[in-house]
T-cell receptor, first 108, second 115 residues
Framework: GIQVEQSPPDLILQEGANSTLRCNFS?????LQWFHQNPWGQLINLFY???GTKQNGRLSATTVATERYSLLYISSSQTTDSGVYFC??????????FGKGTMLLVSP | GAGVSQSPRYKVAKRGQDVALRCDPI?????LFWYQQALGQGPEFLTY????????KSGLPSDRFFAERPEGSVSTLKIQRTQQEDSAVYLC?????????????FGPGTRLTVL
């Protein structure tokens, strides 16, 4: 099956710093989503981005499908950004394959 | 409803008990998915419905796991004779149509603890 690798596995930031999270995938995909899992376990949709670039406030994402990677940018990080960030892709049918996630801690 | 809902939010079962987990997808969503998330891991696929048809159950870990969606809306994931290794968060997701390009939306999950 398709492999999804996320880096870094853990990240500690001071409030106000910027960061880039990376997602590599091993085969072509029909769909790619970024999620934020908050401390209560809820998966919050950040971006649906099989290709191209999107921005939403302090967050933006870029997927280069031909090179099989996606990047999530977080600018001016806040303590509420803490949690686990997952990249997930669809290869066949509609089932998502998730990476192991990046755990982000933003300290005040 | 406004989003995907799941019940119960927490379930504690003694080993050997049967449990039933419920998922209410977003109204009108054709596709429904179940995922299992172990502690410290990403969610892993269990099974997939398009309307009432179960199109893929390749992720179910054993024949103790059974899922249904009889009227194409609400779904139930049943685990028979629960084991400690079944302890996990069970997540339900739905998407608008049956194609692979639709965004999936997740419920809050049911945290199952088997003692």
């Amino acid at each position: 099956g398709i492999q999804v690798e996320q880096s870094p596995p853990d990240l500690i930031l001071q409030e106000g710093a910027n960061s880039t999270l990376r997602c590599n995938f091993s085969d072509s995909v029909n769909n790619l989503q970024w999620f934020h899992q908050n401390p209560w376990g809820q998966l919050i949709n950040l971006f649906y981005i099989p290709s191209g670039t999107k921005q939403n406030g302090r967050l933006s994402a870029t997927t280069v499908a031909t090179e099989r990677y996606s990047l999530l940018y977080i600018s001016s990080s806040q303590t509420t950004d803490s949690g686990v960030y997952f990249c997930a892709v669809v290869r066949r049918y509609s089932t998502l394959t998730f990476g192991k996630g990046t755990m982000l801690l933003v300290s005040p | 409803g406004a989003g995907v809902s799941q019940s119960p939010r927490y379930k504690v079962a003694k080993r050997g008990q049967d449990v039933a987990l419920r998922c209410d997808p977003i109204s009108g969503h054709v596709s429904l998915f179940w995922y299992q998330q172990a502690l410290g891991q990403g969610p892993e696929f269990l099974t997939y419905f398009q309307n009432e048809a179960q199109l893929d159950k390749s992720g179910l870990p054993s024949d103790r796991f059974f899922a249904e969606r009889p009227e194409g809306s609400v779904s139930t994931l049943k685990i028979q004779r629960t084991q400690q290794e079944d302890s996990a968060v069970y997540l339900c997701a739905s998407s608008l149509s049956g194609t692979s390009v639709n965004e999936q939306f997740f419920g809050p999950g049911t945290r199952l603890t088997v003692l």
